[in-house]
């Protein structure tokens, strides 16, 4: 943010408020307008392929390639961008279907581990050729090496990568 005293909505210094540069502006709206619309762009055709949305595609994704394919709820919710209770509403439909199974974690009891079955893992691989698709179209194709560089360099910044899960869950 600009620590300079930018006159504020009225005109006036306010207070010393802190208001962002132009340059700072674009900055936050070109990442605002990124994670407001390019969900929707992605979710699309999910939709139409294999009848999931986005959060539901990344959840059975997620688990597909976590180790044994099963991963804590918690984990799964912070990896999937998702609250405990929606994730749990959605495991809860994907267990009807016979895609995920739920047990307490034998190593704390405290938690629950997700178990992407056979049947799961199918739908997930069906539905990844689409999923593919949107993100090259909309996001890898546009940009050149050096885009990708910089995004991937933003995101280890900004730690908002699933590496970045494990630092955050292991605390200081």
Known sequence: MA????????GE????????????KDAWTGLASL???LPGRLETPLQQAAGLS??????????????????RMSELAYLANGSLS?????????????????????GDRRYTIATLTDAGYD?????????VRSVRRY???PLTPADRRALMRIATKLKVRPVDLAEETAGP
């Not at 300079?4 to 909505?9: I, L």
């Open 3 to 10: 620590t300079t005293a930018t006159p504020g909505p009225d």
């Open 13 to 24: 210094h306010a207070d010393r408020a802190l208001w962002l540069s132009p340059e700072e």
């Open 35 to 37: 994670v407001l619309l």
């Open 54 to 71: 986005l959060f539901d595609y990344l959840t059975l994704s997620h688990m597909s390639e976590a180790p044994d394919r099963r991963l």
């Open 86 to 106: 929606r994730l749990s509403n959605v495991v809860k439909r994907f267990e009807q279907r016979g895609w995920v199974e739920r047990f307490p974690d034998p």
């Open 123 to 131: 739908v997930v691989v069906a539905a990844a050729p689409a999923h």
């Open 139 to 141: 996001v890898l194709d």
